[in-house]
C-alpha cells in the first residue's frame, strides 16, 4: 500500500508515519541501549531524546565510541534563510548547543544564502534580511562563541570550492534526481546544492555528526555514499521528528503557512491569540462528549508541545496527560498551560537575542574557531 505521507527536504505531507519512515529512510532508531549509552557519556540525561522526539540515526553509536576512545567527533546544522524562524526550526539549535556543552565539540553552521535563491521566489535584499535575522537567533542559542563557526555560503564559498568541486565530480544526475526528485524544470543550481551542503561534513577528519529534523536526511545518504572515496568517516546523523503545527498533525510547522508556526519574535500577546484561535485540540466536540471520552492527546498540538519541546517537569506532564486524557482537564486550561510555557521560552530567547551582537561577531569571524576557518581551505585531496 501507497504511503499517505512524504516527507522531502522541501516539503511534509499528510501526517507522518515516524517508524514507517524509519524503514523508508533506512535509519536506524534510538533504542534504550544507544539512549544509556548516550547519557552515560555525557553526564546527563536531554528531554527531546528522553521522549523520543529525537528519535532515529546513522551512525550516532559509532560516533559515540569514537568520542569514548579520545578520537571525538564534531557537529554541524544549518539553516536556510528563506523567512523568519519559528520554534521548529530552532529546536536542533537549542539541541546541537546541548552535545556542544556535554562533549566540548566543535559546531559549523551553514546558512544557505545561495539554495534559497535557486529553491524559493526570494529577492537577495530578502536573503540578506533573513540572514543576518537568523543568524541573530541561532547566537541567542548559546553556543560557545570560540568553538562555532557560522558561515554564509557566499562569502565563504571561496575557502570551501575545491571541497565542493571534488564531491560535485563524485555526484550524478541519476542520484541527485533518484533522491530529491529533480526533474527537468528544476533550475542547475539545486542539482549542484547537494554538493554544497555536504561540504562542511568534511572541515574535520574526525567524524560529523549532524542534528537536524529527518527531513535533511536525503543530503546525508549523498555524502554516505562519498566519503570513504575521500578517505574520509561517513557522516553520522541524529534526526527529530517534526513540531507539528499549530492547526493540527498534518504536515509540519511552516513559516510561509503563518497560521501553522509559532514564530520565534512573535509577542505574548500574538501567542495567547494564535493559540487560543489556532491551536488543534484532541478533546470532544462538546463538553459532554469531553467528559466523558476525554482527549487523543497524541493528535493535540498542545499536549504535543509540552511534551516534546518545553514541559520538563515529567510529573507535571503526567498530571496533564491523565487528567486531560481522562476528561477532567478541559482544551482552554491546556491551552493556558501551553501559552504560559510557551511566553517563558520565547522571552528568555528574545532577551539573548537583542544582546547577541557580539557574540555574531565572533562566531562568524573573531572567535578562536571563525579564525581558523578563514585560514583554511577545504581540501579534500582526491586521488584521481
Ligand atoms: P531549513 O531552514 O528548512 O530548516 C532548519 C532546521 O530546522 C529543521 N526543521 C524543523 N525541525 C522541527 N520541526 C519542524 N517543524 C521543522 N521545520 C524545519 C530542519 O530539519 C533543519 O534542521 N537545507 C537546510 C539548511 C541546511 C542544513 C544543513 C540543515 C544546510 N546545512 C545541515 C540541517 C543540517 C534548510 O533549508 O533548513
Not at 131 to 150: Q, Y
Not at 206 to 235: L, S
Not at 254 to 281: F, N, R
Not at 351 to 369: F, H, I, P, T
Amino acid at each position: 500500500m501507497a504511503d499517505d505521507f512524504d516527507v522531502t527536504p522541501f516539503d511534509v505531507e499528510g501526517t507522518v508515519d515516524y517508524d514507517r519512515l524509519i524503514e523508508k529512510f533506512g535509519t536506524d532508531e534510538i533504542d534504550s541501549e544507544l539512549k544509556q549509552k548516550f547519557f552515560e557519556l555525557a553526564g546527563d540525561s536531554n528531554l527531546y531524546v528522553d521522549r523520543d522526539f529525537i528519535y532515529s540515526h546513522r551512525d550516532f553509536d559509532k560516533a559515540l565510541d569514537e568520542y569514548e576512545s579520545g578520537e571525538g567527533f564534531f557537529l554541524y546544522t544549518g539553516v536556510g534563510p528563506s523567512g523568519k524562524m519559528h520554534i521548529g526550526h530552532i529546536v536542533s539549535f537549542y539541541f546541537t548547543k546541548w552535545l556542544q556543552e556535554k562533549f566540548d565539540v566543535n559546531v559549523y553552521i551553514q546558512v544557505t544564502d545561495d539554495e534559497k535563491y535557486w529553491d524559493r521566489d526570494i529577492t537577495d535584499e530578502e536573503i540578506e534580511k533573513y540572514a543576518k535575522d537568523n543568524i541573530r537567533e541561532i547566537a541567542a542559542v548559546g553556543f560557545d562563541p570560540d568553538k562555532t563557526f557560522i558561515f554564509r555560503n557566499r562569502e565563504y564559498m571561496g575557502n570551501m570550492y575545491d571541497g565542493i568541486v571534488k564531491i560535485a565530480e563524485k555526484v550524478n544526475n541519476s542520484q541527485a534526481s533518484s533522491v530529491f526528485g529533480f526533474e527537468g524544470s528544476t533550475n542547475i543550481g539545486m542539482n549542484f546544492w547537494p554538493a554544497i551542503q555536504n561540504v562542511p561534513t568534511f572541515f574535520e577528519e574526525k567524524r560529523c555528526v549532524i542534528p537536524a529534523a529527518i527531513d535533511q536526511d536525503p543530503y546525508w545518504r549523498i555524502q554516505r555514499d562519498v566519503a570513504e572515496k575521500f578517505g574520509h568517516k561517513k557522516t553520522a546523523a541524529i534526526h527529530s521528528k517534526f513540531i507539528p503545527a499549530l492547526t493540527g498533525p498534518e504536515g509540519k510547522m511552516s513559516s510561509s503557512k503563518p497560521k501553522t508556526a509559532i514564530m520565534l519574535g512573535d509577542s505574548p500577546e500574538e501567542v495567547e491569540k494564535k493559540v487560543k484561535k489556532h491551536a488543534y485540540s484532541g478533546g470532544g466536540d462538546t463538553l459532554e462528549e469531553h467528559r466523558e471520552e476525554g482527549a487523543d492527546l497524541s493528535v493535540d498540538t498542545s499536549f504535543q508541545w509540552l511534551r516534546n519541546l518545553l514541559m520538563e517537569d515529567d510529573e507535571k506532564l503526567k498530571e496533564i496527560a491523565e487528567k486531560y486524557s481522562s476528561g477532567e482537564m478541559m482544551t482552554g486550561e491546556i491551552k493556558e498551560i501551553l501559552i504560559e510555557e510557551l511566553n517563558e521560552f520565547l522571552q528568555n530567547h528574545q532577551e539573548r537575542k537583542d544582546n547577541a551582537d557580539e557574540k555574531v561577531e565572533k562566531m562568524m569571524y573573531e572567535g578562536q574557531l571563525a579564525q581558523e576557518m578563514w585560514d583554511k581551505n577545504i581540501d579534500l585531496n582526491l586521488v584521481r
